[in-house]
């Protein structure tokens, strides 16, 4: 399964459930309807955090530390689901299992943005970096605006971008590598080699006009 049908199962298996409530409020504050937004974000979450370890080595090696706190991030999300759907067979699940979505959705923004920086500068890398900084910022200002429906639209937008950085990893997958790992470090070699061998020769002459003449 490529990176982008992979992101665009799980952006579609997230986005269903929120925009069913936005269309049908009532009919989803029931048992089945949380039981079955646990179970979008279970299964969602799961696929994102799959993504995110099966990165392409370029994005993998642009940011560690980026990367983990997204992938935290995801942990999060599954958690949130997780808990979310064992308390909620009786109608009332823990409202208290929100502070863990509160929680991945900040590691997704500071890991998004730490990720996206260092992934723009990369080979091909900027499709998944701007996917990443939306996730990041769709995701915060989902978090931030708290009246429906833009709330719900923020957030279905913020799984969406996923699919951005989805494309951008089988483009990162599918562009050449370049000899050395980037772009410029072959001529780079090649003007060091340059200023060595004018040294070279510069130091040759001196010493010839340094040898007394018989």
């Known amino acids: ?53 099966a990165a392409p080595p370029p994005a993998r090696t642009a940011s560690p530390r980026g990367r983990r706190a997204v992938l935290a991030g995801c942990a999060l999300q599954v958690s949130f689901a997780t808990l979310y759907g064992a308390t909620a067979f009786d109608g009332e699940p823990l409202e208290a299992a929100f502070v863990l979505f509160l929680l991945g959705f900040i590691s997704l923004f500071v890991g998004g943005l730490l990720w996206a920086s260092r992934l723009r500068r990369t080979t091909g890398g900027r499709l998944a970096a701007a996917g990443l900084l939306a996730v990041a910022v769709l995701g915060a200002l989902a978090m931030l605006v708290g009246s429906d429906p833009f709330h719900d639209l923020f957030l279905v937008s913020s799984y969406v971008a996923w699919v951005v950085v989805g494309r951008g990893f089988d483009t990162l997958r599918s562009a050449p590598t370049p000899p050395n790992g980037n772009g410029t470090a072959p001529t780079s070699s090649r003007n060091e080699d340059t200023r060595s061998d004018n040294a070279r020769a510069r130091a040759a002459t001196a010493m010839d006009q340094a040898t007394p003449r018989s």
């Open 1 to 53: 399964m490529s990176a982008t049908t992979r992101t665009a199962l799980a952006a579609t298996v997230l986005a269903v459930p929120v925009l069913a409530q936005i269309a049908w409020p009532a009919r989803l504050d029931v048992t089945g309807g949380h039981v079955l937004f646990a179970a979008s974000q279970l299964v969602g979450w799961a696929l994102l955090a799959c993504l995110v370890l």
